[in-house]
Nanobody
Framework: QVQLVESGGGLVQAGGSLRLSCAASGTIFSINTMGWYRQAPGKQRELVADITSGGSTRYGVPVKGRFTISRDNAKGTVYLQMNSLKPEDTAVYYC????????????WGQGTQVTVSS
C-alpha cells in the first residue's frame, strides 16, 4: 500500500506563488503516476497535473503555463510549483498515485488547503 502526505498549502495573495510537496511511503516502487487534484467548495474534483515515472506530464487547462509538476522518483516525492495564482485557484489540493498510467488513482492524501486572496 501507498500512503501520501501533502505539505505546503497556505494563504497567498493573487499573483503570488506556492509550492506543494507530496511524500509517498510504503510500496513506492509500485507507483507509476503521481498527480495533483483539487476541489473547490461546491465543485467537482478536477485534475491539476500529473506526471509518470518516465516524466510525461499533463495539465488541466486552467493551470497550463502557470503551474509546473515535478517528481523525484528515488524519494517518492512529487511537487507542484504554482505561480501567478488567482482567487479561482482556491481549493483543497490532493495528492494522488496510481500503479499505471491506465489505472484509476488508488492512493490519496488528506489534502492541503490553498487560499488565494484578491
Amino acid at each position: 500500500q501507498v500512503q501520501l502526505v501533502e505539505s505546503g498549502g497556505g494563504l497567498v495573495q493573487a499573483g503570488g506563488s506556492l509550492r506543494l510537496s507530496c511524500a509517498a511511503s510504503g510500496t513506492i516502487f509500485s507507483i507509476n503516476t503521481m498527480g495533483w487534484y483539487r476541489q473547490a467548495p461546491g465543485k467537482q474534483r478536477e485534475l491539476v497535473a500529473d506526471i509518470t515515472s518516465g516524466g510525461s506530464t499533463r495539465y488541466g487547462v486552467p493551470v497550463k503555463g502557470r503551474f509546473t509538476i515535478s517528481r523525484d522518483n528515488a524519494k517518492g516525492t512529487v511537487y507542484l510549483q504554482m505561480n501567478s495564482l488567482k482567487p479561482e485557484d482556491t481549493a483543497v489540493y490532493y495528492c494522488a498515485a496510481r500503479p499505471s498510467s491506465k489505472a484509476a488513482y488508488d492512493a490519496w492524501g488528506q489534502g492541503t488547503q490553498v487560499t488565494v486572496s484578491s
